[in-house]
């Protein structure tokens, strides 16, 4: 149970276009939901938290308007990368709580390469 | 503001090696959370072990054994007789009441065989 559902797994786009990542969850509710974002051999830096049915909330330094997170259900939060650019290039994890005893969940991670 | 540390960027052994990865953690929270989490060439991050700040008994799993030292702020995990498949980067996450989980800088494992 508990499983996080992460769409695509990986995907390649072009310079100035927008590219949206999904996160559903299959078998439960996730009323919160984080983003991480990965860069090689580096650690999981938190992007933002969203909130089913309110505005995310982003970490210092993260751009919300090039990085637009919509959790507009229970089961489904979406982050879009707007006007990608290479040094958005990196891998990106959303997570979600599962319950109130602190478990979480990830989901498989999407690799974005932008050319 | 709470930290997490992975000291150990890499460590190779050799296959039946024990190893073990040491984590240190931060936080003014007296209520908090300690996770291992294990992230294969894959990519997706496999759960471990969670445990709270009232809990300091050690625990094993298999092969797998974690150490909790609350007066040292330490929170080890130990791969007995390691195998390839143990292969991958393991990561040490403290959260507190905020739900972020903090992660620390993680240690690459490469079991040669």
């Known amino acids: 149970g508990a499983v996080v559902s992460q769409h695509p797994s990986w995907v390649i786009c072009k310079s100035g276009t927008s590219v949206k990542i999904e996160c559903r969850s299959l078998?439960?509710?996730?009323?919160?939901m984080f983003w991480y974002r990965q860069f090689p051999k580096q650690s999981l830096m938190l992007m933002a938290t969203?909130?089913?049915?309110?505005?995310?909330?982003?970490e210092q330094g993260v751009e919300k308007d090039k990085f637009l997170i919509n959790h507009a259900s229970l089961t489904l939060s979406t982050l879009t990368v707007t006007s990608a650019h290479p040094e958005d290039s990196s891998f990106y994890i959303c997570?979600?709580?599962?319950?109130?005893?602190?478990?979480?969940?990830f989901g498989s991670g999407t690799r974005l390469t932008v050319v | 503001a709470q930290k997490v540390t992975q000291a150990q960027t890499e460590i190779s052994v050799v296959e039946k090696e024990d190893v073990t990865l040491d984590c240190v953690y931060e936080?003014?929270?007296?209520?908090?959370?300690l996770f291992w989490y294990k992230q294969p060439p894959s990519g997706e991050l496999v759960f471990l072990i969670r445990?709270?700040?009232?809990?300091?008994q050690n625990e094993i799993s298999g092969r797998y054994s974690w150490n909790f030292q609350k007066s040292t702020s330490s929170f080890n995990f130990t791969i007995t007789a390691s195998q390839v498949v143990d292969s991958a980067v393991y990561f040490c996450?403290?959260?507190?009441?905020?739900?972020?989980?903090?992660f620390g800088a993680g240690t690459t494992v490469t079991v040669r065989a």
């Open positions: 936080t003014r929270d007296t209520t908090y959370y």
């Open positions: 969203s909130n089913e049915g309110s505005k995310a909330t982003y």
């Open positions: 078998d439960f509710q996730a009323t919160t």
């Open positions: 445990r709270n700040s009232f809990d300091e």
């Open positions: 996450a403290l959260l507190i009441q905020d739900y972020k989980l903090s």
């Open positions: 997570s979600a709580r599962v319950s109130s005893n602190y478990g979480y969940t």
